[in-house]
């Protein structure tokens, strides 16, 4: 089936600095991914849909300052936190269903575990 | 709202014993239901969808409207589907999923 990629899989940061996680759709193009939140023995929280070429759409209660969606290409979504604190430490997961597919499944990546120190 | 609830964060049962992971949902229109499956140290993958009425490592589940519930079953359960399982909606097309908390289903030999 198939694939997306996430990188990194796992990244520590310090407090302040800024990390930026790729999501990649390696052989199927995505006009729209989906972040996804997961914190620990809870379920994927719904965080922003970003659309290539576009603004993202961010849920309610997400800030958009912080957390930076660009999706700059048919194949490659980024989410950048930025000034990370602690508290955004959890597994961040992308997902993308192909675009040119009707009734296709969504695709998940990896995941990216991000702690920040 | 659209919601999932998945009542149960743990279940366990003994190796072919039958299985049902309860999933309610609630969305105002036609939703899409679905399952994922999370292996240990594996990404979340599509396990079941209610549109293709298909049985999938010996599981299904049966879309009811009048109770808005998608219960995932198997009727003999193997120590191999010991892993985490996501019921999921959507509202169709390119629309996001929208998951339950998810059951943890252990089988135990």
């Known amino acids: 089936g198939a694939v997306v990629s996430q990188h990194p899989s796992w990244v520590i940061c310090k407090s302040g600095t800024s990390v930026k996680i790729e999501c990649r759709s390696l052989d199927f193009q995505a006009t729209t991914m989906f972040w996804y939140r997961q914190f620990p023995k809870q379920s994927l929280m719904l965080m922003a849909t970003?659309?290539?070429?576009?603004?993202?759409?961010?849920e309610q209660g997400v800030e958009k300052d912080k957390f930076l969606i660009n999706h700059a290409s048919l194949t490659l979504s980024t989410l950048t936190v930025t000034s990370a604190h602690p508290e955004d430490s959890s597994f961040y997961i992308c997902s993308a269903r192909d675009s040119g597919a009707l009734n296709t499944e969504a695709f998940f990546g990896q995941g990216t575990r991000l702690t920040v120190v | 709202a659209q919601r999932v609830t998945q009542p149960e964060k743990l279940l366990s049962v003994f190796k072919g014993a039958p299985v049902e992971l309860k999933c309610n949902y609630s969305y105002s229109g036609s939703p899409e239901l679905f399952w994922y499956v999370q292996y240990s140290r594996q990404r979340l993958q599509l396990l079941l969808r209610h549109i293709s009425r298909e049985s999938i490592k010996g599981f299904t589940a049966d879309l009811n409207k009048g109770e808005t519930s998608f219960h995932l079953k198997k009727p003999f359960a193997q120590e191999e589907d010991s892993a985490m399982y996501y019921c999921a909606l959507s509202g169709g097309g390119n629309t996001p999923l929208v998951f339950g908390k998810g059951t943890r289903l252990s089988v135990i030999a």
């Open positions: 970003s659309n290539e070429g576009s603004k993202a759409t961010y």
